[in-house]
């Protein structure tokens, strides 16, 4: 599948949601112009003229004594009434908003259901989940702008620091974590692999929905992606003994399909499409919700045995590993 038709038809097709979007509502000011209490007026009222919302009179002042002369005219009180339409929309905000809120529990559920299940994800092949993490970094590159991206290079200190994290802190705490569990050697081989490997595509859409620096949290998901050809292989030979292969062109050729390039389509609809990205942008956190979710369980689905079989004593250590890694990852940056 060519990426670059999944970018393009994935904009078109969201775009058509702009049609249950709803147009801003402008109400006017009443305030100028127009008397709203008895022997009141705005400053740019006419004082013979006086609307009252409250009793439904219209009447007219009294120059000479400001008081308020009532003409028995009622009117109807003024409510602008919202659109079946915009109340749709406004639902389905909320809705959606509680829907992305709740990532971790989708996460787990869709991973659980994989691991019961594995034939419910066995049509998720790798051509769509190729597709799936051009779609969820293409819902991320919608709002991003070059001007984010200065920014982060203006401030190359918080990219090296994650990049330490990444090939520093998490492969020792892996190595240290399957000395603790006793585990055997190709469980801690598999678990320093797990800790020196580059960040993943759902970091971004973490940071998206935790309202984080997403430009940071892409520049740090590529660094560390283009670095685990020479990083990945170097760890492995000094903390196992071993080399493991790495396939250079492929790692590349990947973080362009899946990463640089649905981010530059992303911010060229940004740049000079904005109603399109207007109104796509409601619909794009629960389409990076919903394909992260996919290509989670697809990879548990494919590995279920496996995980079974190795029960707590490797499942432990993971859930250690990611947990301790993400409260340090948080922890540092804060107190720096």
């Not at 597709?131 to 190359?156: C, E, H, K, Y």
């Not at 020792?172 to 020196?196: C, E, R, T």
């Not at 390039?261 to 919903?290: E, H, T």
Request: glycine share 8%; proline share 6%; charged share 10%.
């Amino acid at each position: 599948m060519n990426i670059l038709n999944v970018c393009l038809v994935f904009v078109t097709g969201l775009a058509v949601a702009s049609a249950f979007v709803p147009s801003p509502v402008i109400t006017p000011n009443l305030k100028d112009g127009l008397c709203l209490s008895r022997g009141v007026c705005s400053p740019r009222a006419s004082p013979i003229s006086m609307v009252s919302f409250s009793k439904g009179i219209v009447g007219s002042n009294d120059i000479a004594t400001n008081e308020v002369v009532e003409a028995p005219v009622e009117v109807q009180s003024v409510e602008v009434k919202k659109s079946r339409k915009e109340r749709a929309f406004e639902i389905y905000e909320k809705v959606s908003g509680t829907f992305v809120n709740l990532f971790p529990v989708w996460t787990t559920i869709s991973a659980g259901l994989a691991l019961c299940q594995p034939s419910l994800f066995s049509w998720f092949t790798t051509q769509y989940f190729t597709a799936g993490l051009a779609a969820l970094m293409l819902s991320m590159g919608i709002t991003l702008s070059p001007a984010d991206f200065r920014n982060v290079v203006q401030n190359p200190s918080a990219v090296g620091l994650g990049f330490v994290g990444c090939y520093g802190m998490m492969p020792l705490l892996a190595l240290g974590l399957g000395k603790v569990f006793n585990l055997p050697l190709d469980l801690i081989s598999g678990l320093v692999l797990v800790g020196s490997i580059n960040g993943g595509q759902a970091s971004n859409l973490c940071a998206y929905i935790a309202r984080g620096n997403v430009a940071l949290s892409v520049v740090m998901t590529t660094a560390t992606t283009l670095g685990a050809i020479v990083m990945t292989p170097l760890l492995s030979k000094v903390l196992l003994g071993a080399v493991v292969p790495i396939n250079a062109a492929g790692i590349a050729t990947s973080t362009i399909q899946v990463v640089l390039l649905p981010i530059l389509v992303g911010m060229l609809a940004n740049r000079f499409s904005p109603k399109v990205v207007r109104a796509v942008l409601p619909f794009s956190p629960v389409v990076g919700v919903l394909a992260t979710c996919l290509l989670v369980a697809s990879a548990v689905a494919q590995c279920a045995e496996p995980i079974k079989a190795a029960g707590l004593a490797l499942q432990l250590p993971c859930a250690l590993l990611h947990i301790i890694g993400g409260l340090v990852g948080y922890a540092v940056p804060k107190a720096l």
